[in-house]
């Protein structure tokens, strides 16, 4: 690793599930493992290659998996834009497609939205992970999320853009406008309080985008809650790949029997 960023030289088997709003791209690495629940693990806003390294991180243990949403990165385009809901459909289906047994849902910074949907009356989730979660009610607001973005990209690597860039471009700004409102509309605090399973919530300690205040408040909407924080900022998992597999790996021994 070096100052730009890891080297995105995962080993990964790549896989494409045609969904109810268009074709998804998976990607995994790793080994199922017995008694330990699989990773799948949710893309963030319109950017997928980032989490690669945090991807592998887990494979030491389990076998992990990154689904890609339709209209981004690796997949096709949707039948028409969507919104979170939606997106968290995409996600139980392919859940439902793939049949892993009972896994931990991750998802990171917008991801975690799309995941605690997914979630929701699920008997395959073993338990969700928030990493970096958004929206942060500090920052519902065009301008104020864009001045917490901006704060945010100070504490991260340079290569952390250059690899966003291509998928940007293949997202298009349409679709990333889109996007983001969207993610704006939706109170990720509303999915939580539903949520039914054990919930682990990670930020980076310097991360602008979202609060450790409000972090600290989604761990506490269920009942089997926690939170901690790792080294880094909001998108951890590309610069700090190892920091977020402890936590997790903890709370996989602890859900796998359930």
Wanted: one cysteine or more; aromatic letters at 6%; charged letters at 25%.
């Amino acid at each position: 690793m070096n100052d730009e960023g890891p080297t995105l030289e995962a080993r990964t088997v790549t896989s494409y599930h045609d969904g109810p709003y268009g074709r998804m791209r998976s990607r995994a690495t790793g080994a199922p493992r017995n008694g330990m629940p699989e990773i799948v693990l949710v893309q963030g806003m319109a950017v997928a290659d980032y989490l690669l390294p945090g991807l592998t991180a887990f494979s030491s243990w389990t076998r992990a998996h990154l689904v890609e949403l339709p209209g981004f990165a690796g997949s096709g385009d949707p039948s028409h834009e969507l919104d979170v809901p939606e997106f968290g459909r995409c996600v139980a289906h392919w859940l439902s497609a793939h049949d892993l047994g009972r896994v931990i849902l991750i998802g990171h910074s917008s991801g975690t939205q799309v995941a605690a949907r997914a979630a929701l009356d699920r008997s395959d989730v073993a338990a969700v992970v928030l990493a970096g979660p958004t929206v942060d009610p500090a920052a519902r607001g065009w301008l104020r999320l864009l001045v917490r973005w901006r704060l945010d990209s100070r504490r991260e690597p340079p290569g952390l853009s250059d690899s966003h860039r291509p998928e940007w471009r293949r997202a298009g700004a349409r679709r990333l406008l889109h996007t983001a409102r969207v993610h704006l509309n939706d109170a990720l605090e509303e999915s939580v309080a539903r949520l039914s399973v054990p919930l682990l919530v990670i930020r980076g300690r310097d991360d602008r985008i979202g609060t450790a205040r409000w972090a600290r408040h989604l761990s506490q909407l269920v009942s089997n809650g926690s939170y901690v924080e790792v080294p880094g900022a909001h998108t951890f998992p590309w610069l700090a790949p190892e920091a977020w597999s402890p936590p997790v790996r903890h709370l996989a021994r602890k859900v796998d029997n359930r």
